[in-house]
């Protein structure tokens, strides 16, 4: 794998005030019922039908677009509860077709969305190097600590520490203070990036 191309993509020059914080993958008028949507599907053992019924009823009443509904339907699909990845897949097909639709200044981040959801698919399926070119493609659109930190675990979960550990530091060291410092939080929780954690301490 070419990591200096990756390295590039990732750490090419980032102006600071466009950057989009992770929160801001909804636009501030749909978060309220994503948030709904979110807070339901992180209960445990969560129904995927209540939580289909629930999306559809949001969209139906004009909380959430088009878009975040068949973003939410492949959350559900995916989930560990239910990972039906043909539904999750043909979720991100309607997604895509959507954002393209409904064009507009958030095309680029509603696009990014559905690179992310790809790059889920395909690490929920075991094709790491299938993820790591959609994240990479995800944080190109979107550059949030989200989408970089689904890189480095792709990075880890192909056994490259070595190159994970390298770019986080890069990373720490050349992007935004605001994307550090919520990639570092992210890093302290999500099990997937344990390995990165003693980068923190140094």
């Known amino acids: 794998m070419d990591y200096e191309a990756l390295y590039e993509r990732i750490l090419r020059k980032v102006d600071g005030n466009a950057y989009l914080p992770w929160f801001d993958q909804v636009e501030e008028g749909q978060r309220a019922a994503s948030s709904q949507l979110a807070k339901l599907m992180q209960e445990p053992g969560f129904d995927g039908a209540t939580a289909r019924a629930l999306a559809t009823q949001l969209h139906a009443d004009g909380h959430i677009d088009e878009v975040v509904l068949h973003s939410t339907l492949h959350v559900i699909a995916a989930s560990p509860h239910i990972r039906d990845f043909s539904e999750a897949a043909?979720?991100?097909?309607?997604?895509?077709?959507?954002?393209?639709?409904?064009?507009?200044?958030?095309?680029?981040?509603?696009?990014?969305?559905?690179d992310r959801h790809r790059g889920v698919l395909a690490f929920l399926m075991g094709n790491y190097d299938v993820a790591l070119d959609y994240f990479s493609r995800a944080f190109e659109r979107q550059r949030s600590a989200g989408n970089l930190s689904n890189v480095l675990a792709s990075l880890l979960r192909l056994g490259d520490i070595d190159a994970a550990r390298d770019l986080f530091r890069q990373v720490r060291a050349s992007l935004p203070t605001q994307l550090v410092t919520e990639l570092d939080h992210i890093v302290t929780l999500d099990p997937d990036l344990a390995l990165l954690r003693e980068e923190l301490i140094q």
């Open 90 to 114: 043909r979720q991100i097909a309607d997604q895509e077709l959507a954002a393209l639709s409904q064009g507009g200044p958030r095309l680029t981040a509603n696009l990014a969305s559905v």
